[in-house]
C-alpha cells in the first residue's frame, strides 16, 4: 500500500560528527520537541546550475549560493556524483551511512592539491551511504590552501579568497546578519534562513578574506512525496520482534503497563493499539515517518482521545503503524482511561493506598503544588523513563498516571 508523506525536519543540533535535525534534544534526554521547517527553494536555487561548465556565469546574488573555483561555478545544493564528477575525490569512507535529517559537517575532499571540507546531508526520508547524499556546501581555509597555489575561488560579486578585503564584501553584499570581530580575524556571517548562510573570514594581520563557509540545506520536497509513495505498510522488523506480555510483574521500572484494558510493553508499536481497537485519525497524524524518526499520532478509544509522540526505530521511513508508542496516559481531567502499572497501582487510589504501595520503591515525591502531589519512579538509564502517579490532594485520589519509556534501540 502506498501512502502520502507528513514529515517536517526537525532542528536539533549536537555535537557530533553527523548531527542531526532529530526532535528530542538529546536524543533520548528530553521530551521536548523543537520543529522548524526548512522550506523548499524554487527551483533555480535548488537545482545545480551548470555545474561544471567552464562557460557558466557565476551569479551576482551571494544567496545563490555559489562559488567559482578555478573556472567551474558550483551551486549548492549538488549530489555526490555531480561534484565528483568536477574531480573531486572522496578521501573518508564510502560506506558511512547518514540517517534521515541529518548531516556531517567535516567530510574531506581533495582536488589536485587542494582539500576541503564539504558539508554532506541527508534531507530525504531513509538512511543513505555518503555516496547518495548531498553536497549542501564547503568551507576553505588558509591552512588548506597553503599547498593549492594555483587555485582561485571567487564568490558572486567579484569576491576573491585572498584579494579581497572588509570593505569589499559589504559593499557587495550590505551589513551582515551578524559580525564578530576577534584578535585574529573579522567573521562576517550572511544569512538567508535556517541552514543556509554563508561565514567569511578576515584575517586581521593581511586584512584579506581567508576563509569561506558556505552551507545551503534544502530539501526536496518533490522527490521525498515520491519516496514516500513507495513505502509498504508491511510490518518492519522491529514491529515484528515485539512481544505483548502477559502479565504486569512486580517491577514499575519494567514499564509494561496495563492501559484501557490490555497490556503493553513499552515502547509497543501503534499497530499493537490499533489491534486493541484504537482508531488512528489519520487527518491529523503522521503517515509516513523518516527513519530513525519522530512524528505525532492521533488515536481514540470508547470515545477518548489521546495524541502523543511516535518514534520509527528503523533506519528507514515507514507507515505511522510500524513506530513505537513511548509514553501512555490515563488522566480523569484528559484521556480518562483505565490505566494499572505495579503494585496495584491505579486510578482512584487515595495517597495513603499509594505511599504503602511503593513501600520498598525508590520515588521522588514533588509536594511543591497545594493542590497536587506527583510521586515519580525513574528508570535506570534516564530521569525522562518514568512512572509518574497523580494526586488530588484536595479530593485525595488518584487522578492521573504517566508511564513513559524512550530507548535510543531496542536491543535492550
Not at 523513563?385 to 494526586?391: L, P
Request: hydrophobic content about 35%; charged content about 25%.
Amino acid at each position: 500500500m502506498k501512502k502520502k508523506l507528513a514529515t517536517c525536519l526537525l532542528a536539533a543540533m549536537y555535537g557530533s560528527i553527523v548531527l542531526s535535525f532529530s526532535a528530542f534534544a538529546a536524543e533520548a534526554d528530553t521530551n521536548t520537541e523543537t520543529e522548524v521547517t526548512t522550506e523548499a527553494e524554487s527551483a533555480s536555487e535548488t537545482e545545480s546550475k551548470a555545474v561544471g561548465s567552464s562557460s557558466s556565469e557565476l551569479s551576482d546574488d551571494l544567496y545563490s549560493f555559489q562559488l567559482k573555483i578555478n573556472s567551474d561555478v558550483y551551486s549548492f545544493p549538488m549530489s555526490y556524483d555531480d561534484f565528483l564528477a568536477l574531480g573531486w575525490t572522496y578521501k573518508d569512507d564510502e560506506t558511512m551511512e547518514i540517517q534521515p535529517n541529518s548531516y556531517s559537517p567535516s567530510e574531506c575532499f581533495a582536488l589536485d592539491d587542494l582539500e576541503i571540507y564539504a558539508t554532506v546531508v541527508n534531507l530525504g526520508i531513509n538512511t543513505e551511504p555518503v555516496t547518495k547524499c548531498t553536497i549542501a556546501g564547503i568551507s576553505v581555509d588558509s591552512f588548506q590552501m597553503a599547498d593549492a597555489t594555483d587555485v582561485t575561488i571567487e564568490l558572486p560579486g567579484g569576491i576573491q579568497y585572498g584579494v579581497s578585503t572588509l570593505d569589499d564584501i559589504t559593499a557587495a553584499y550590505g551589513t551582515p546578519s551578524d559580525t564578530y570581530e576577534g584578535d585574529l580575524y573579522t567573521k562576517v556571517t550572511y544569512e538567508k534562513d535556517y541552514y543556509q548562510d554563508v561565514e567569511l573570514y578576515v584575517d586581521s594581520e593581511t586584512g584579506l578574506l581567508n576563509e569561506i563557509e558556505m552551507r545551503n540545506m534544502v530539501a526536496d520536497d518533490e522527490a521525498n512525496e515520491a519516496a514516500a509513495a513507495d513505502v509498504s505498510d508491511e510490518p518492519t522488523p522491529e514491529v515484528l520482534a515485539y512481544k505483548a506480555p502477559t502479565e504486569l510483574g512486580d517491577d514499575l521500572t519494567s514499564f509494561i503497563v496495563e492501559y484501557a484494558g490490555d497490556l503493553y510493553q513499552l515502547p509497543a508499536p501503534v499497530s499493537e493499539f490499533v489491534k486493541n481497537g484504537w482508531t488512528i485519525d489519520k487527518d491529523d497524524s503522521a503517515s509516513v515517518i523518516a527513519g530513525k524518526g519522530y512524528d505525532w499520532v492521533y488515536m481514540s478509544k470508547d470515545n477518548q482521545n489521546y495524541h502523543t509522540i511516535v518514534r520509527n526505530y528503523n533506519a528507514n521511513a515507514t507507515v505511522v503503524e510500524n513506530c513505537f508508542v513511548t509514553d501512555v496516559e490515563g488522566n480523569v481531567n484528559d484521556t480518562n482511561l483505565p490505566v494499572t502499572v505495579q503494585k496495584g497501582l491505579t486510578l482512584g487510589l487515595t495517597e495513603d493506598e499509594v505511599v504503602t504501595a511503593l513501600e520498598g520503591v525508590k520515588y521522588e515525591l514533588d509536594d511543591s503544588s497545594s493542590s497536587f502531589h506527583y510521586y515519580n519512579i525513574e528508570g535506570s538509564d534516564s530521569s525522562l523513563d518514568h512512572v509518574q502517579i497523580i494526586v488530588n490532594t484536595e479530593e485525595d485520589t488518584v487522578i492521573g498516571i504517566e508511564v513513559s519509556y524512550t530507548p535510543k534501540t531496542l536491543d535492550s
